[in-house]
Each structure stands twice: as structure tokens, then as C-alpha cells.
């Protein structure tokens, strides 16, 4: 007990750092609700953008990707991988370590898109196959566990090494992306340089957290409607957006040990206990076979996938899914990669790259292979016009109508609903705790940031997403923060060199120490 008494001690003696919570503050808000304002004038000028970035730089992203994982593979097995951050014992399980970096990476978007986008790749499948074909049915899940396997997930490993070193290696008393770039930066990055980039990775963040709502509260209001037998309005959204701005406040107020570390583990056991129902109850052996086909495309066609820009057809699919889909994980890996490094003490270069590279995709593919493969057996076998109320009704409407369908439904849509809930909860306050983390003075072992300051950033996280709901502003702030990816590349490559540096320097100087330490021992063997 006086050990618990001591850390909460220790967070409130947590202090802001004026020169960025102020700005950031104003940042946020000053650009947010003008945005949200103006949808019709800056919408299209951002989508413009974001068309340009897409399509003109779509080689840049898909190399760029492509090398991270590379690299990241190498780094696993070369001797940098047992590279340990900090001489302690792990904070966490490893299933809880695994449940906080899956939960806060995925969000309600798993959920939704797992369901969705095998039914977007049958309407308009890549290749130039034919839709509705036997090719688009086949390709439908493989190219969903590609955007979310391996090479993506690859890309949240970069910050959370830099960050983990600078952090529990270096002993830099600040968990923020300009402290990790100090390898390159030197002392500007406690300069306005720094300042800059801390903001720009904030503004960043809400944008990936406008995307989750995007997505997340439309699906959990729809599932409210079908349960309560209610029509879908605004004050719906409101009452679901009030009772998750609680939930997650809570979770923030009570901190990284009790609130998110709570939800993350109840997260955890109910989407596994979830998808273990669907594949019992569902076409299991349609299941195993079309999860083992769609895993043996992917493998025999990754590195196709991970270059294809279509050049010639100028299909535009590469551009509009897989191109889209890395600046989005881009813009979301800082976030992570303070997050996860922050949930990592204890844990070694390995131990993280196997972590976001291998669980990360598994637990993606199993969510795809179960629930993707269950909505495209309905499609196929015409027991539920799947994409027809895709296209009528919208996502959260298609997904209702997929869990309708199995047995037990009313218990189904339930559980489902609430696993919906708390996933975009974890996200939440994993998000106001990196906000409140990066908009701290100091944070040494195990300090959080003050309870007051979490619990801030929780409102004011709440409170904007009211005010983008009911202007209709959430698009218009996700695609500004994907049009943001570019400069979010540049940080990376600061990340990376930064990490190298500090990497390579540090063994060395370890070489060095067991040189040194061999010696003496000799010398001493020799006196004797």
C-alpha cells in the first residue's frame, strides 16, 4: 500500500511544461474547430492534397515501408536485438504488455474494417479482376491481412526504439518524439525545434483519434439502435460519446497501472472469447480453408503487394487502400510508439519487434479470417446481401446485419457492442495519457502525469469530439492529418538515425567495458 501512496505521491509532483501544453492547447483547438467550420471549403482543398500525396508519392511510401520491415527484421536477429531497455524486470505480463500496445494500436477500427473491407475488395478488387469473381472472392480477405499485417505493423516499431532508448537507456527525463530525435538534433531538440515537433505529433494524434471516432461511434450507436429497437439520431451519438467520455476519463484519472491496464485485459479476454464463439458457431471449416488460402496468397505475393502502384491500368486501388492505409500508420506511430515504449521497461529490441511484427498481424489476421471470412461466406452463399447494404445503408448498418445473423444474436450484438466500447475507450486514454505525457515537465521510472492533467486532456478530447460530431468535422480533421504523413516521415528518419546512433555507440562502449573487464581479471589471475 505505501508502495501505491509513493507513485501517486509522485504524479501529482508531476509539473506541465508551459512552452508546450499552452501552445499545443491553442494548436489543437485553434485549428480543429475552424477546420470542422469550413468542411465545405477546406474539405476539398484536403483531399486535393491528400489525392496529390497519394498518387504522386505512392513508390515513396510503398519502398519506405517495405525497408522498415526489412530493417526491422534484421535488427530482431542481429546483436543489437538483445539490446535490453533498463535493468529491471518487466512492468507487465506478457499478455497484459500484449493487450495494452494490440488495444491501443487497433482501436474500434479492427472491428469495423475486418467486417468491411473483404466486402469493399469484392466490389472493386485489385489486379483488374472482375468484381463479384471467383479472383475478387478469393483476394477479398488476403489484401485486409496484408494492410494490417506485417509491414504495417512495422511501422510503430521505429518511435517506440528510439523512444524506449532515450528513455530507459539515456535516462532522458521526457517522454516525447524531439527527446528520441536527440541522436540528430543535439541540444536543438530542447529548442523550438523540438516544441514544433512535439505539437505537430499531438496534432497528429487527434487526427488518427478523429479517424477511430469516425468509425467507432456510427458502428456502437448502430448496435445501440438494433439492441434498443431505437431509431439512429444525433442525441444517441451524444448519450454513447458522454458515457465513453466517462469511461475513459475514469480510466485515465485511475492511470496507467489500474484504468488502462484494466480495460486493456478485459479487452483482451472478451475479443478472444468473441472470435472463439463466431468460429464454433460459424462455417468453421469454411473458416480454416479460406484463412489457410488467404494466408498463402499473401505470403506467395507480398512483395508484389508491397510495390504494386498500377501504373499502367491506373486502377487507382494501390493509391486509394494500401497508400492511404501506410500514411494513416504513419501519422498513428508516434502515439504508439510513446505508448508502447512507455508500457516496454524491461523488455528487449526483440522482445518489441516480435511483439508489433508478429502478434500485432496475427491477432489481425485471426480477427480477419474469422469475422471477414464469416461476412463473405453470407455474400457468397446469399444468405445476407452483405454488400448491397454496404452500399444502401452504409458500414455500421452491414455490420449489424453480419451479427444478425449468427446464432444467439441477442447476446451477440450485445457483447460485441460493449467490446466496441471499451476498444475505443483503450484508445482514448492511452491517447490523453501521451497527450498529458508529452505536455509534462519530467517523468522519471515509473511517474505518470498528474492525475489532473490526464483527466484534462480526457475532456478536452470528449469535448471535441461533440463539437466535430455535430458539425460534421471528423473527415475533414482525419484526412489533414493523413495529408500530414510527409513531414511525419521526416521525424521517422530522425527516429531511426537517432536510434542507430545511440544503438551502435552503446554497444561499443559495452565491448569496451568487457574488454576492459576481461583484462583486469586476467591481471588479477596473474598476480595471484
Same mark, same amino acid.
Given at each position: 500500500?505505501?508502495?501505491t501512496?509513493d507513485?501517486?505521491s509522485?504524479? =501529482?509532483?508531476?509539473?506541465?511544461d508551459?512552452?508546450?501544453f499552452?501552445p499545443?492547447?491553442v494548436? &489543437?483547438?485553434?485549428l480543429?474547430?475552424?477546420?470542422?467550420?469550413n468542411?465545405?471549403s477546406?474539405?476539398p482543398i484536403l483531399n486535393k492534397?491528400?489525392?496529390?500525396?497519394?498518387n504522386?508519392?505512392?513508390w515513396?511510401?510503398?519502398?519506405?515501408?517495405?525497408?522498415?520491415?526489412?530493417?526491422l527484421?534484421?535488427?530482431?536477429?542481429?546483436?543489437?536485438?538483445k539490446l535490453?531497455?533498463?535493468a529491471e524486470?518487466?512492468?507487465f505480463?506478457?499478455?497484459?504488455?500484449?493487450g495494452?500496445?494490440?488495444?491501443a494500436g487497433?482501436?474500434?477500427?479492427i472491428?469495423f474494417?475486418a467486417?468491411?473491407?473483404?466486402m469493399y475488395?469484392l466490389?472493386?478488387?485489385?489486379?483488374? $479482376?472482375?468484381p463479384h469473381s471467383?479472383e475478387?472472392?478469393?483476394?477479398?480477405?488476403?489484401?485486409?491481412?496484408f494492410?494490417?499485417g506485417i509491414t504495417g505493423w512495422?511501422?510503430?516499431c521505429?518511435?517506440? *526504439?528510439?523512444?524506449?532508448?532515450?528513455?530507459?537507456?539515456l535516462?532522458?527525463p521526457?517522454?516525447?518524439i524531439?527527446?528520441a530525435?536527440?541522436g540528430v538534433?543535439?541540444e536543438?531538440?530542447d529548442g523550438w525545434?523540438?516544441?514544433?515537433?512535439?505539437i505537430?505529433?499531438?496534432w497528429?494524434l487527434?487526427?488518427?483519434l478523429?479517424?477511430?471516432?469516425?468509425l467507432?461511434v456510427?458502428m456502437?450507436?448502430?448496435c445501440?439502435?438494433?439492441? &434498443?429497437?431505437i431509431?439512429?439520431t /444525433?442525441?444517441l451519438d451524444?448519450?454513447? +460519446?458522454?458515457?465513453w467520455i466517462?469511461?475513459?476519463s475514469?480510466?485515465?484519472?485511475l492511470?496507467?497501472y489500474?484504468?488502462i491496464?484494466?480495460?486493456? =485485459? +478485459?479487452?483482451v479476454y472478451?475479443?478472444?472469447g468473441l472470435?472463439g464463439?463466431a468460429f464454433?458457431?460459424?462455417?468453421?471449416? /469454411? &473458416? &480454416?480453408n479460406?484463412t489457410?488460402n488467404?494466408?498463402?496468397?499473401?505470403?506467395?505475393?507480398?512483395?508484389?503487394m508491397?510495390?504494386?502502384t498500377?501504373p499502367?491500368?491506373?486502377?487507382?486501388?494501390?493509391?486509394?487502400w494500401?497508400?492511404?492505409?501506410?500514411?494513416w500508420?504513419?501519422?498513428?506511430?508516434p502515439f504508439?510508439?510513446?505508448?508502447?515504449?512507455?508500457v516496454?521497461?524491461g523488455?528487449?529490441?526483440?522482445?518489441?519487434?516480435?511483439a508489433?511484427?508478429?502478434?500485432?498481424?496475427?491477432?489481425?489476421w485471426?480477427? /480477419?479470417? +474469422?469475422f471477414?471470412?464469416?461476412g463473405l461466406?453470407?455474400? *457468397?452463399?446469399h444468405?445476407v446481401?452483405?454488400t448491397?447494404?454496404?452500399?444502401?445503408?452504409?458500414?455500421p448498418q452491414?455490420?449489424?446485419?453480419?451479427?444478425?445473423?449468427f446464432?444467439a444474436a441477442w447476446?451477440i450484438?450485445p457483447? $460485441?457492442t460493449i467490446?466496441?466500447?471499451i476498444?475505443?475507450?483503450?484508445?482514448l486514454d492511452s491517447a490523453?495519457y501521451v497527450l498529458a505525457?508529452?505536455?509534462?515537465?519530467e517523468l522519471?521510472?515509473?511517474?505518470?502525469?498528474?492525475?489532473w492533467?490526464?483527466?484534462?486532456?480526457?475532456?478536452?478530447m470528449?469535448?471535441?469530439t461533440l463539437v466535430?460530431?455535430k458539425?460534421g468535422?471528423l473527415?475533414?480533421?482525419?484526412?489533414?492529418?493523413?495529408v500530414?504523413?510527409?513531414p511525419?516521415?521526416l521525424?521517422?528518419l530522425?527516429l531511426?538515425?537517432?536510434?542507430i546512433?545511440w544503438?551502435?555507440?552503446?554497444m561499443?562502449?559495452?565491448?569496451?567495458?568487457?574488454?576492459?573487464?576481461?583484462?583486469?581479471h586476467?591481471?588479477?589471475?596473474?598476480?595471484?
Amino acid at each position: 500500500m505505501k508502495k501505491t501512496n509513493d507513485i501517486k505521491s509522485n504524479d =501529482n509532483k508531476v509539473k506541465i511544461d508551459p512552452k508546450i501544453f499552452f501552445p499545443a492547447l491553442v494548436v &489543437l483547438v485553434g485549428l480543429t474547430i475552424p477546420l470542422a467550420l469550413n468542411v465545405d471549403s477546406a474539405g476539398p482543398i484536403l483531399n486535393k492534397i491528400l489525392h496529390t500525396i497519394t498518387n504522386q508519392f505512392a513508390w515513396f511510401f510503398e519502398i519506405v515501408v517495405l525497408g522498415i520491415a526489412v530493417f526491422l527484421i534484421w535488427l530482431a536477429f542481429s546483436r543489437y536485438g538483445k539490446l535490453r531497455f533498463g535493468a529491471e524486470k518487466p512492468e507487465f505480463s506478457n499478455l497484459t504488455w500484449f493487450g495494452l500496445l494490440f488495444t491501443a494500436g487497433m482501436g474500434t477500427s479492427i472491428m469495423f474494417w475486418a467486417f468491411m473491407e473483404p466486402m469493399y475488395y469484392l466490389n472493386s478488387p485489385p489486379f483488374g $479482376f472482375a468484381p463479384h469473381s471467383i479472383e475478387a472472392a478469393e483476394w477479398a480477405i488476403p489484401y485486409g491481412m496484408f494492410h494490417w499485417g506485417i509491414t504495417g505493423w512495422s511501422i510503430y516499431c521505429i518511435p517506440t *526504439l528510439a523512444i524506449a532508448f532515450s528513455y530507459y537507456i539515456l535516462k532522458h527525463p521526457a517522454l516525447r518524439i524531439s527527446t528520441a530525435c536527440k541522436g540528430v538534433l543535439g541540444e536543438k531538440a530542447d529548442g523550438w525545434l523540438g516544441k514544433i515537433i512535439d505539437i505537430a505529433i499531438m496534432w497528429g494524434l487527434v487526427g488518427g483519434l478523429a479517424t477511430s471516432l469516425g468509425l467507432g461511434v456510427p458502428m456502437v450507436s448502430q448496435c445501440v439502435s438494433h439492441i &434498443l429497437a431505437i431509431p439512429r439520431t /444525433f442525441n444517441l451519438d451524444v448519450v454513447i +460519446i458522454v458515457l465513453w467520455i466517462a469511461l475513459f476519463s475514469g480510466s485515465a484519472y485511475l492511470g496507467l497501472y489500474k484504468g488502462i491496464k484494466w480495460l486493456a =485485459n +478485459i479487452n483482451v479476454y472478451l475479443a478472444i472469447g468473441l472470435a472463439g464463439f463466431a468460429f464454433l458457431v460459424g462455417p468453421t471449416s /469454411f &473458416l &480454416l480453408n479460406n484463412t489457410a488460402n488467404s494466408l498463402g496468397l499473401l505470403l506467395q505475393n507480398v512483395i508484389r503487394m508491397s510495390l504494386w502502384t498500377d501504373p499502367i491500368a491506373k486502377s487507382g486501388f494501390p493509391q486509394a487502400w494500401t497508400v492511404f492505409y501506410w500514411a494513416w500508420w504513419f501519422t498513428s506511430a508516434p502515439f504508439m510508439g510513446l505508448f508502447v515504449a512507455r508500457v516496454s521497461r524491461g523488455r528487449t529490441v526483440r522482445e518489441i519487434i516480435f511483439a508489433e511484427m508478429a502478434l500485432g498481424p496475427l491477432g489481425c489476421w485471426i480477427w /480477419f479470417g +474469422i469475422f471477414g471470412g464469416y461476412g463473405l461466406h453470407l455474400e *457468397l452463399n446469399h444468405i445476407v446481401p452483405v454488400t448491397k447494404i454496404l452500399q444502401d445503408s452504409g458500414g455500421p448498418q452491414a455490420v449489424v446485419a453480419i451479427l444478425n445473423s449468427f446464432p444467439a444474436a441477442w447476446l451477440i450484438i450485445p457483447i $460485441f457492442t460493449i467490446l466496441a466500447f471499451i476498444f475505443l475507450a483503450t484508445s482514448l486514454d492511452s491517447a490523453t495519457y501521451v497527450l498529458a505525457s508529452i505536455a509534462s515537465k519530467e517523468l522519471t521510472g515509473t511517474q505518470q502525469p498528474a492525475r489532473w492533467h490526464r483527466l484534462l486532456w480526457a475532456l478536452v478530447m470528449g469535448s471535441m469530439t461533440l463539437v466535430l460530431l455535430k458539425i460534421g468535422g471528423l473527415n475533414v480533421i482525419q484526412t489533414s492529418a493523413v495529408v500530414f504523413a510527409i513531414p511525419v516521415l521526416l521525424i521517422f528518419l530522425l527516429l531511426a538515425i537517432s536510434f542507430i546512433n545511440w544503438a551502435k555507440e552503446w554497444m561499443e562502449q559495452r565491448d569496451l567495458n568487457d574488454a576492459a573487464a576481461c583484462c583486469d581479471h586476467k591481471e588479477g589471475v596473474k598476480d595471484l
